[in-house]
């Protein structure tokens, strides 16, 4: 559920990029980040080590704008994705009202991405979350190297049905918006007031 | 929240602020959003602030749990000029104070504590502030959010 401050009349969402270690949930949130008109983006923070590999998490505030009276703002964040790190992608779970999941399309990393994947659902049902209800988007990303895993594997792997998927090379920016577009689509058509 | 909630808030917090010498007090919530806050503010990012606060207060959580405690309600940390006090107001909300003198820990404690007890009151949702919700007309705001969305996240 967002947060909602009557007494400021604001509604703050969190969207979360998930996925495994390099997958490019920092390069998907940075692109965003350049995209967007100044007035609409706070300071985006980065946690990361010496290798440039996201320590705690990612963040930068999104305004939305005005809407009904409530200034509705999109908390953006990503979780690290070292198979180490799974005490710091637990806790950032906690509260998030969408996933982007940005998997790896290197085919030597598809049992990386599944790992990752059955973990957050696991973690989702420790917050009492429902995987087969809550708003995930599943993102193939690296879609220009040679011989990327094929579009439905993961799907198949994972026994995921109707779940959203897109193609991106989040570096070029190549379906980078679309894939926020249709988690925030989805985060708002859950909303209830 | 009624515009007199959202008075007394404030009022409590500038109290906090202005009897233990403070410098900002903030009050978030664990997922990281801003509830209200008092005293200067220009110096920081308090949405920044916000986020960073609320992911290590989880994180400390965690350690708590490793060492057989449910959680830490108080942390602080110690630097040369300033410092940073953040305590569990509900189950849900902590404060955060940044201070300079630290001579003046002491007062900060008893300031956070009092504080505690009347923003437990003050901070719980009244009848009028859900119904002031529900005035709201939600496919209208679905629509208009989706209209945004679409607008904003141009590919």
């Not at chain 1, 270690?21 to 350049?34: C, D, E, P, R, V």
């Not at chain 1, 570096?171 to 209830?192: N, Y």
Request: glycine share 6%; charged share 25%; proline share 3%.
């Amino acid at each position: 559920m967002p947060f909602i401050n009557y007494q400021e009349r604001e509604i703050t969402f969190k969207l979360v990029y998930y996925g495994p270690g390099m997958s490019g949930k920092t390069t998907n949130l940075m692109y965003i980040h350049k995209m967007l008109d100044t007035e609409r983006k706070g300071e985006m923070i980065i946690l990361d080590t010496e290798e440039d590999r996201t320590l705690f998490f990612d963040f930068f505030p999104m305004e939305l704008g005005e809407i009904a009276g409530y200034n509705v703002r999109f908390n953006m964040y990503t979780v690290p994705g070292q198979v180490y790190y799974e005490a710091s992608r637990k806790l950032i779970l906690d509260g998030a009202d969408g996933v982007i999941f940005v998997a790896d399309s290197d085919p030597l990393r598809f049992e990386a991405n599944l790992e990752l994947y059955r973990m957050m659902e696991q973690n989702m049902l420790s917050y009492e979350m429902d995987p087969q209800t809550f708003p995930v988007v599943l993102q193939y990303n690296k879609r220009d190297i040679e011989d990327p895993i094929p579009l439905g594997a993961m799907e198949e792997q994972l026994g995921l049905n109707g779940i959203p998927v897109f193609e991106s090379v989040a570096v070029r920016g190549e379906g980078v918006m679309d894939t926020i577009r249709k988690a925030s689509q989805m985060v708002i058509e859950r909303f209830q007031l | 929240m009624t515009e007199k909630v959202k008075s007394e808030t404030r009022e409590i917090l500038s109290k906090l602020v202005n009897n233990s010498g403070a410098m900002t007090a903030i009050l978030i919530t664990k997922q990281g959003s801003i509830v209200a806050d008092a005293g200067e503010t220009s110096y920081l990012n308090i949405t920044a602030m916000a986020a960073l606060v609320a992911g290590m207060f989880s994180a400390t959580r965690e350690v708590a749990r490793m060492v057989g405690e449910n959680e830490f309600s108080i942390l602080l940390q110690q630097g040369k000029q300033r410092h940073i006090h953040i305590s569990l107001i509900t189950d849900e909300i902590m404060m955060v104070i940044v201070f300079e003198d630290y001579n003046r820990i002491g007062q900060v404690r008893h300031e956070a504590r009092k504080c505690g007890e009347l923003l437990t009151a003050s901070l719980a949702p009244s009848q009028e502030d859900v119904s002031s919700a529900k005035d709201v007309s939600e496919p209208q705001f679905k629509e208009y959010a989706l209209n945004l969305i679409d607008r904003i996240f141009q590919g």
